[in-house]
């Protein structure tokens, strides 16, 4: 004990021996080499087990657990890189600018679609475009030249109007036609063309495309016992609704033309003086009542008897008469023409 004190304060210990010297080699060599290299030389590829690399035995010292000083870039250099940032965020604030004044400059166009959108829910239906004079006349001699490609349905999808529409301007502009045929000159369009000039001054009511009115009210009903919880749109549903209603409104508004056109051209007369008795006798229509006392379409048959016994089926006047006066087994339907007079 006293000598190992001796030993530690003088600062001296004493030389390992060789045996414990080739063991440390020994094992230094085991640590940087293969598991299973027998006759092998060093693999560096599996030291990292040691946590040392190729380096920290024959590489620079500074690359070992620090990086390697970069070389000293010069002013030019500095100045050169300093520029390009700069460039770089002028480019990117320039671009910025032009995105920000393209959505500026966008605004109006904007509102002007809010102001439409905000009329559509004011005013379900407003969509209609107002039609110049010229306009209307080029959808008649589209329609005249070839009625089978310009259809009633396609002149209205083209003008974005409704069929109704069109029919009315085809039958006012063959009315026109006609008209000038008999006085042998042009017919006086000064209103037209105040309208044609000036169209801001005039409202047009043009209420195009049918939306229905709901009933805002709770509908329930029993759904089936493996209904998934899914429900259809309000949107598409209302869509659905107001499409058969347009299509009602349709048929009815031409049946109601055509009768309008048959007593303009004096095949319906409808005064008193008109309805007075034959010299062979009046003519009378007669329905046949069908199985179980049935009648209308599920039961009997219509067909006209004429003074000398004889019978006949209808023609297309009394038919169209008949189903006039045919009553509409569903809910009025509020047109919006009719709402807008309202």
Known sequence: MFALRKTLLHGRLPAPPATAASRISSFLRSLSTSPGGEGVGDAWGSSWSTGLTKDHFDGPASAVGRPSPSAPVSKELAAVRTMDEEDEILRSVDRDN???????????????????????????????????????????????????????????????????????????????????????????????????????????????????????????????????????????????????????????????????????????????????????????????????????SGGGWKFISLPDGSSRPLNDTEKMYVKRETPKRRRRIIAPYKEAEA
């Open 98 to 296: 032009k995105e920000g004044r393209a959505y500026v400059d966008s605004w109006d166009k904007r509102f002007q679609e809010t102001c439409e959108l905000l009329k559509q829910v004011r005013e379900p239906g407003s969509r209609g475009a107002y039609l110049k004079d010229s306009e209307k006349q080029e959808m008649y001699r589209l329609h005249k030249e070839d009625p089978a490609t310009y259809t009633v349905e396609r002149l209205a999808k083209d003008f974005r109007v409704m069929r109704q529409r069109v029919h009315a301007i085809l039958w006012l502009k063959e009315m026109e036609e006609e008209e000038e045929r008999k006085q042998g000159k042009p017919l006086d369009d000064s209103v037209e063309i105040l309208l044609d000039s000036c169209p801001e001054f005039f409202n047009s009511h043009d209420r195009e495309f049918h939306v229905a009115s709901l009933p805002y009210k709770p509908d329930f009903k029993v759904m089936p016992e493996g209904w998934d919880g899914t429900t259809k749109d309000p949107d598409e549903v209302l869509y659905e609704i107001s499409m058969k209603e347009d299509q009602m409104l349709y048929e009815e508004f031409v049946q109601r033309l055509e009768f309008n056109k048959k007593k303009v051209a004096g095949e319906v007369k409808c005064h008193k003086y008109s309805r007075r008795r034959p010299d062979d006798g009046w003519a009378y229509m007669v329905e046949k009542l069908g199985p179980q006392g049935r009648r209308g």
